[in-house]
């Protein structure tokens, strides 16, 4: 850091103060949003941060002028905090900046119209993150990270003050995705539900009303949480709106939904082209979609063992793994389709024995037994029509269509 006379220190400290109650004054949501963002490394706000460390007395500044005092209880504390992140103490930084944006809410409060809602945005955004660094930070020192929870509360807080009629609740959605994003990190995705509850049964709420950056994430989130809970149909209605509506330049997200939603249209019988997977880098499902086209099972299984960290961390290997009826069905079409032409007459007649046998030459031991097992559970699942001749050991498949197509149906349904 350069150094810094007293005299500079005071013109930074003094430019900030009037920047903020300008903003307030004309209502500047873009302007006050700017002033709050701390991990942003803004060279104002770290010139600010620099002043702050050698000017000691900002407090004073504050409380003698009408102007600055008004505010004092927002942006002593902020104040606090930028010191403390330009000086790498990301706990004390996360502690001061909380009591700020907690005395922001209670100015927030009583202003009418949503003209500082870019500054709430920018609020919620920046507990999260300082909340993550913080927890960091705890977790290095020996400590337990508490700040991430921490925000958490806070951010629910924030939520019930949009909650309600009038023009602020539009940022209700916003503030529903950077708890998601605090739920999700922490494992707790079950807290999730209330705040969909509010979201997608209130009257007062017009999903469309909300801005679309706000609705992709809204839908990326949910659908993740119907991937959990093996909502397939759900899953791929959710993801696929948020995939609809993402904006093209962001490829990072596109790529983000679409490791969720390619797990959730193959599990519904719909193959991604090979050119989508290269262009959004998801080489990691290649193998298994040429598994399904293939009804090779060991090549399913050496995918998802390659891939299995990866696949574990995504939440998707479960989804993955249960593609192996789909691989079987797809072995006894290739078996159907190779008999009926040898001879169409016994074309529907499979011997149980020649499935082991395929399966042997995919280096898969299985004996007949367990066959009998698959196939009883592909009828079930109506992946397959037929019925065991249990004597002669023989699947008898229907004439008429013996292997059904999912159609966007879930294997389960």
């Not at 600055?68 to 996360?94: C, I, K, M, T, W």
């Not at 990270?145 to 003050?161: I, Q, R, T």
């Not at 008999?339 to 030459?361: F, T």
Request: hydrophobic share 40%; glycine share 4%.
């Amino acid at each position: 850091m350069a150094y810094l006379s007293m005299g500079e220190s005071h013109r930074r400290i003094t430019d900030y103060l009037n920047r903020f109650a300008d903003a307030i004054n004309y209502q500047d949501g873009d302007s006050l949003a700017r002033l709050f963002s701390v991990s942003s490394d803004s060279p104002f706000l770290l010139s600010l941060a620099d002043a702050l460390n050698v000017f000691q007395d900002a407090n004073r500044l504050i409380k003698q002028s009408e102007k600055f005092s008004q505010f004092g209880e927002v942006v002593a504390p902020f104040f606090r905090s930028l010191q403390s992140y330009r000086l790498g103490n990301l706990v004390d930084a996360y502690g001061a900046f909380e009591k700020a944006s907690n005395a922001f809410i209670q100015e927030f409060r009583n202003w009418e119209s949503g003209w500082a809602l870019e500054a709430l945005y920018v609020i919620a955004y920046e507990i999260r993150v300082l909340a993550e660094r913080a927890d960091r930070e705890l977790a290095s020192n020996g400590k337990s990270p508490e700040k991430l929870k921490g925000a958490g509360s806070f951010l629910m807080k924030v939520f019930g003050v949009l909650a309600g009629k009038g023009p602020k609740r539009v940022g209700a959605l916003y503030v529903t995705c950077q708890l998601f994003k605090i739920y999700f990190k922490l494992g707790t995705v079950n807290l999730c539900r209330s705040v969909i509850r509010s979201i997608e049964t209130a009257r007062i709420f017009d999903f469309e009303e909300f801005p679309t950056r706000d609705k992709v994430t809204y839908m990326y989130y949910t659908g993740r949480l119907e991937v959990l809970n093996e909502n397939f149909p759900a899953a791929d209605q959710k993801l696929s709106y948020a995939l609809t509506h993402c904006c093209l330049s962001k490829e990072a997200n596109i790529r983000m939904i679409l490791k969720y939603l390619i797990p959730v249209k193959l599990s519904i019988g719909i193959l991604p082209k090979k050119q989508l997977l290269e262009n959004y880098d998801l080489v990691e499902y290649n193998n298994i979609v040429e598994a399904l086209k293939r009804g090779d099972l060991r090549l399913l299984r050496s995918a998802l063992q390659e891939n299995e960290d990866q696949f574990l961390r995504s939440g998707v290997y479960l989804v993955l793994e249960k593609l192996e009826l789909q691989v079987y069905q797809r072995l006894l079409k290739k078996i159907y389709i190779i008999q009926k032409q040898k001879d169409p007459s016994k074309a529907h007649q499979v011997k149980l024995e020649v499935i082991v046998k395929a399966l042997k030459w995919l280096e898969i031991e299985m004996d007949l037994d367990e066959v009998e097992c698959i196939v009883a559970i592909l009828i079930y699942k109506n992946l397959m029509k037929g019925y065991f001749a249990h004597k002669s050991k023989v699947v008898v498949l229907s004439k008429q269509d013996p292997f059904p197509k999912l159609n966007g149906k879930p294997v389960a349904s």
